[in-house]
């Protein structure tokens, strides 16, 4: 206890960590009112992205008062399909427009040293349509089916964006939509895993 109070009082090792928070807090505060909370229909970026072609609705490099969640609409062209992807957060769809189905591969995972996830080999099928909501449990693999042969399918998909704050930010692309034209590679299928990073 002495030599704390020693190191507290004489120690090299200082910082300004508090100070700056409180700094940041107020320029958080004193900017927070300049943000967008309403977000122009021209301001939403398209991303022809490999899960498919996106309408980014709420992001957090849109600088709204919106902090807690992110928000895109997905298009699905007639008969067609989103990539295939799994991500870490809980996730929520309203079907805008348009009628299909999900396919839903299950995660199971199992605790030792480490974790380690694997996805059932056979997905659930959720059929839906215009107005439906659609749940997408923690880090299953999805997949968004149009049935629509002659029409295109609209989602708008909602993800709670504490997930990045806390660590969590998994997001892996494992199929890519077909009529995805970059040069992203998708990841391979496997297991999934955290590693024991602790010293030996």
């Given at each position: 206890m002495a030599h704390e109070r020693d190191m507290?009082?004489?120690?090299?090792?200082?910082?300004n960590w508090y100070?700056?928070?409180?700094?940041?807090?107020?320029?958080f505060r004193r900017t927070y009112r300049k943000r967008l909370s309403v977000v122009k229909a021209a301001d939403m970026p398209f991303e022809n992205s490999p899960d498919g072609l996106i309408k980014h609705m709420v992001h957090e490099k849109q600088n709204t008062t919106e902090n807690c969640v992110e928000s895109y609409m997905q298009f699905i062209p007639p008969g067609s399909h989103t990539g295939k992807r799994r991500i870490l957060a809980e996730q929520i769809l309203f079907v805008l427009d348009g009628r299909g189905y999900d396919l839903h591969w299950d995660v199971e995972y199992e605790v030792d040293i480490d974790f380690h996830w694997s996805w059932k080999e056979e997905p659930r099928k959720f059929e839906w349509e215009r107005g439906d909501f659609i749940f997408v449990p923690a880090y299953c693999i999805q997949q968004h089916f149009n049935s629509d042969p002659d029409n295109e399918a609209r989602l708008i998909v909602i993800t709670n964006r504490i997930f990045k704050a806390m660590g969590l930010n998994w997001l892996e692309q494992i199929e890519n939509a077909p009529e995805y034209d970059g040069d992203l590679?998708?990841?391979?299928?496997?297991p999934g895993w955290v590693p024991d990073t602790r010293d030996d």
């Open positions: 507290a009082h004489t120690g090299d090792n200082q910082c100070a700056e928070e409180l700094e940041d807090s107020a320029e590679e998708p990841m391979l299928a496997g």
